[in-house]
């Protein structure tokens, strides 16, 4: 498992809040399962979907 540390400058835009707590992402007062690819340029969702950081160079 593989652990990154996240600042400010990683935050989704928006309103909405969000935490980690491990490996489960928090948002909206909701739990995920979530892990990371390419050096936390990609984080996995449980649902198989897969969001990129926008300054990574992960394809």
Do not use: H, Q
């Amino acid at each position: 498992m593989n652990i990154f540390m996240l600042d400010a400058t990683d935050r989704i835009p928006g309103v909405d809040t969000y935490t980690f707590d491990g490996d489960t992402l928090i948002w909206d007062e909701i739990s995920r399962a979530v892990s990371f690819e390419c050096d936390g340029g990609i984080m996995l969702n449980e649902n198989s979907y897969k969001l990129w950081r926008l300054n990574s160079d992960c394809e």
